[in-house]
């Protein structure tokens, strides 16, 4: 058994100036996304790419992330309370959002992007989503560091207490997502991705794997004390993680079917 380390959340203090571990790891998911765009661009030039749209890409899908991530907490998951105090909606410094809202806001920034380069959308989500774990990744270790989101509690020899919680050992939930939708999916999307796919495919199987191991890992964490399970005793990050898992089988089906 383990106990959570307390790091301290702010990273680096200049006089009044603080910046905090969480908003690091923004920055290094948002230059991730932007150096293994250039560096693909550059490596395959037959896909059309270039290493300026990419700054575009980035402008583009940082407010998609921001926006859409704010809202979809709002949304999803305290819509009564904001509705309460719609003021609030605005302090992001306060915490609150959401994957899958970011990722819709993603989707819906993109659909600008096309429009604007003449691109298919679907072939500049292909694009995008190996680009997206590492900065996945980069988020979860920043719930970590912070000591927030933990787990159920555990017998496993590895739990971990979180003394802000309580003395129970609990699962490190935060790291189980750190490697299975930040490292591992990247890993798969990356190779994926490497050779020349049908129109749809990379998306599909961003959907699956993000979607699966989401769902996954949500038995082991601890639910949002003011949602709790929902139906069928899943969580609410289950629930929305079964459409995405729906709709990348679907659209690996259409794209596998059209080279077949």
Do not use: C
């Not at 997502?177 to 994926?192: D, H, T």
């Not at 991705?193 to 979607?211: C, D, E, H, T």
């Amino acid at each position: 058994m383990f106990t959570h380390p307390q790091f301290d959340p702010i990273a680096i203090q200049i006089g009044p100036l603080a910046i905090h571990w969480y908003g690091l790891m923004y920055l290094i998911g948002f230059l991730s996304v932007l150096w293994l765009g250039k560096y693909r661009a550059k490596h395959r030039p037959e896909a059309g790419w270039k290493a300026s749209e990419i700054d575009d890409i980035l402008f583009y899908g940082a407010l998609g992330v921001i926006i859409g991530g704010r809202l979809g907490y709002v949304i999803f998951y305290q819509p009564g309370y904001y509705l309460s105090h719609p003021v609030e909606i605005a302090y992001l410094w306060q915490g609150g959002m959401s994957f899958h809202g970011g990722f819709l806001g993603v989707l819906a920034a993109m659909v600008f992007f096309a429009r604007k380069t003449g691109k298919r959308w679907l072939a500049v989500m292909d694009f995008v989503a190996p680009l997206v774990p590492i900065g996945l990744g980069a988020g979860r270790l920043g719930n970590f560091i912070n000591g927030e989101l933990w787990g159920r509690t555990t017998d496993a020899a590895w739990g971990m207490v979180f003394p802000q919680v309580d003395n129970l050992a609990r699962h490190p939930s935060q790291l189980y997502q750190f490697a299975l939708e930040g490292i591992v999916l990247f890993i798969l999307l990356w190779w994926y991705s490497s050779k020349p796919r049908p129109v749809g495919a990379v998306s599909g199987l961003f959907l699956i794997g993000y979607g699966s191991f989401r769902f996954l890992v949500e038995f082991t964490r601890e639910p949002d004390s003011f949602l709790g399970l929902l139906a069928l005793n899943l969580s609410m990050g289950q629930w929305l993680s079964l459409p995405m898992i729906a709709a990348g089988i679907w659209m690996m089906r259409q794209a596998l079917k059209k080279t077949a």
